[in-house]
C-alpha cells in the first residue's frame, strides 16, 4: 500500500496532471519563438531567454511565485521579475545600449533628432487607440511605448505607472516586434516610397572630434534631464554607458556595460519577462489588444518616419534617402540595417547605414522623452 501511495503521489507531482490547455497553447507558442530565434535568427540574444521563460512558467507556475508571507517563498524568476518592477534592468540595458553605440552619425547630422522625433508618431498613435479600446489613460501609456519598438521603456513605464498586470503582453509584444523589425519594415518602407529615392545616395557624414562625442553625452543629460528629470533613468544610463565608451579613460567599465553586464542582465530581463506570459495572464482579449495595437504603432512609426524622409528629401532637393527615416523607432542597430539593406536592394553600391544609425539614436532618446513625458504627466517620478 505503501508503494502504491507513493507512486500515486509521485504521478501527480508530475506536470501533466496540472496543466490547462491554455498551457499548451502557450508552450507551443515558446516553441514557436524558440525556431524564430534559433533556425531563423530573428534577434536571439532576445527571443531565446524570453521564450524559455515562457516555457518555464508554462510548465512550472511556481517559479514566479510571489514571496508569501514572512518573506517565505517566492520563485526564482519572481525575484529576477521584481528588478524590472524596480526599473532596475531597463536602465542597466540603456547603459549597456550607450556604451555599443556610436553617437557619432547622430552628432554629425543632428537634423536626424527630427527623423527619430517623426518615428515618435506611433507612440501617439497606440495612446489615442488604446483609449479606444477601453484601456485607462495609465494602462494606454505604458501600451504606446510599444510603437517605438523599445522593450527596455516599455518594461520600464509600465512599472513606473503601476501596470505591473499588463507588463507581461507589452514586454512580449515590444521585444516580439524588435525582434521581428526585419519582415514588418521592408514592405512599408517600399510602399511609401519610389526605387528612385530609394537609390538616393547620401554624402559623406563630416568627421566628428573626441571632444564633441565626450560633450554629447554631458549637455544632453544636463539639457533633458533640466527639462524632463523624469527620463533621468533612461537618458541618464544611455549617457553614462556612452561616455565609458567615449571619454577613453575607463576602458574596462566599457568592456563590462556593453559585453559582460549587458548580456546578464539580458538574461535576467529575458527570463522574467518571459516568465510573465503564463496562460493565465497572457490568454484573454487584453493582451490581443495590446498585441494588435503594438503592430499598428510600429507600423504608423515606421510610416511617419519614412514620409518625414521624404519631405527632408524635397527640402534638401534630393540629398536626403528616405528610407532612413524608418530608422526612427528605438531597435538599435537593427533598424539602421534594414534601412541599409533595403537601400541596397535599390543600387548594390548604396551605403546607408552610418546615415541610418543617426535616426536609430535618436529614436532610443526620443522613446525615453516619451516615457518620461507620459511620468510627468501622470506626476508619477
Known amino acids: 500500500m505503501y508503494i502504491v501511495e507513493t507512486l500515486d503521489n509521485l504521478i501527480h507531482q508530475t506536470a501533466f496532471f496540472n496543466l490547462t490547455v491554455g498551457n499548451y497553447i502557450m508552450i507551443v507558442v515558446a ?3 524558440l525556431y524564430l530565434a534559433i533556425g531563423r535568427g530573428f534577434e536571439p540574444l532576445l527571443l531565446v531567454p524570453i521564450a524559455f521563460g515562457m516555457l518555464l512558467v508554462n510548465i512550472y507556475p511556481d517559479i514566479m511565485a510571489p514571496v508569501g508571507e514572512g518573506g517565505a517563498g517566492g520563485g526564482l524568476l519572481y525575484y529576477f521579475y521584481l528588478l524590472d518592477e524596480w526599473a532596475i534592468l531597463p ?14 552619425p547622430l552628432i554629425a547630422n543632428p537634423k536626424s533628432f527630427l527623423l527619430g522625433a517623426a518615428a515618435q508618431f506611433g507612440i501617439f498613435a497606440a495612446y489615442f487607440g488604446a483609449i479606444f479600446l477601453g484601456f485607462n489613460d495609465k494602462a494606454a501609456a505604458a501600451i504606446s511605448i510599444i510603437g517605438g519598438a523599445d522593450g527596455p521603456t516599455s518594461i ?3 512599472g513606473k505607472l503601476g501596470q505591473t498586470t499588463l507588463m507581461g503582453p507589452i514586454a512580449v509584444a515590444a521585444y516580439s516586434y524588435m525582434a521581428l523589425v526585419p519582415i514588418i519594415q521592408p514592405p512599408i ?3 511609401f516610397t519610389t526605387e528612385k529615392e530609394r537609390k538616393i545616395k ?3 557624414l563630416r568627421p566628428v572630434s573626441k571632444l564633441e562625442k565626450i560633450l554629447f553625452p554631458i549637455v544632453v543629460t544636463v539639457v533633458v534631464a533640466l527639462i524632463l528629470p523624469t527620463t533621468a533613468p533612461l537618458v541618464g544610463m544611455l549617457m553614462l554607458g556612452n561616455l565609458f565608451r567615449e571619454s577613453g579613460v575607463v576602458r574596462q567599465l566599457a568592456d563590462t556595460a556593453s559585453n559582460a553586464l549587458m548580456y546578464i542582465v539580458v538574461i535576467v530581463l529575458g527570463t522574467s519577462v518571459g516568465a510573465t506570459t503564463s496562460a493565465e495572464a497572457f490568454l484573454n482579449w487584453d493582451t490581443i489588444k495590446i498585441v494588435a495595437l503594438g503592430l499598428i504603432a510600429f507600423a504608423f512609426g ?3 518616419g519614412v514620409l518625414f524622409g521624404k519631405l527632408m528629401c524635397v527640402l534638401t532637393k534630393g540629398k536626403v534617402n528616405p528610407l532612413i527615416g524608418s530608422a526612427g523607432v528605438s531597435a538599435v542597430p537593427m533598424a539602421a540595417r534594414v534601412s541599409q539593406k ?3 536592394e535599390a543600387d548594390p553600391t548604396n551605403f546607408l547605414l552610418m546615415h541610418a544609425m543617426g535616426p536609430n539614436v535618436a529614436g532610443v532618446i526620443g522613446t525615453a522623452v516619451a516615457a518620461g513625458t507620459f511620468m510627468a504627466v501622470f506626476g508619477v517620478f
Do not use: N
Open 156 to 158: 520600464f513605464l509600465a
Open 91 to 104: 536602465s542597466l540595458i540603456f547603459m549597456g545600449v550607450g556604451a555599443m553605440t556610436d553617437f557619432g
Open 302 to 304: 515606421t510610416a511617419a
Open 342 to 344: 533595403v537601400g541596397a
Open 31 to 33: 516553441l514557436v519563438f
Open 202 to 204: 547620401m554624402g559623406q
Open 189 to 191: 518602407m517600399k510602399l
